[in-house]
């Protein structure tokens, strides 16, 4: 920040002088070159920080560069947990909303999910029915959910 200020101070008082220098000139003649020195001197004031770049700019997006890739797996293994536990939350609200319209309410329902090669993956599925579920309950609750996932779940009965 502090050498932004001092950019800016800069410029402004390159500004303010080649203001200074068009009041005092005497002469048309003299006017133009003078004018043209001022907007080069201007202009070279603007682009100081583009001139500091030249020797040492490959170095600085060098280090850039290092640093990018850890961001970039950070933000990927968090995007892919986040994209896990919402899958996990919307497969579990599923199979409640199934059963439920089957007659079974169940009172916990844990789906595990992984991922592998990008592609999310259910691997198991507990489901705990409530003390009133009778065994045929119990019985539609593993056909249904292993029809529709795939995975034959556990089922067990809240205590």
Same mark, same amino acid.
């Given at each position: 920040?502090?050498?932004? /200020? *001092?950019? #800016? ?5 390159? @500004? +303010?002088? !080649?203001?200074?220098?068009? =009041? ?10 003078? /004018? *043209?020195? #001022? ?5 070279? @004031? +603007?682009? !100081?920080?583009?001139?500091? =770049? ?106």
């Amino acid at each position: 920040m502090d050498e932004f /200020r *001092i950019y #800016a101070t800069g410029v402004i008082f390159s @500004v +303010l002088a !080649a203001g200074a220098v068009f =009041l005092l000139l005497p002469a048309k003649r003299v006017a133009k070159p003078a /004018r *043209i020195a #001022a907007a080069v001197a201007v202009l070279l @004031v +603007l682009t !100081a920080p583009l001139l500091k =770049l030249s020797g040492d700019y490959r170095d600085i997006i060098a280090e850039a560069d290092t640093d990018l890739p850890s961001h970039y797996e950070d933000l990927a293994e968090t995007q892919r947990k986040q994209r896990t536990e919402l899958a996990r939350e919307r497969f579990s609200q599923s199979v409640r909303d199934i059963l439920e319209r089957n007659g079974i309410s169940p009172s916990d329902v844990n789906i595990y999910v992984t991922e592998k090669d990008g592609e999310l993956i259910i691997y198991d599925v507990a489901l705990t029915l409530r003390p009133d579920a009778t065994a045929a309950e119990r019985s539609k609750a593993t056909r249904i959910v292993t029809e529709v996932f795939g995975v034959e779940p556990s089922v067990g009965i809240e205590r």
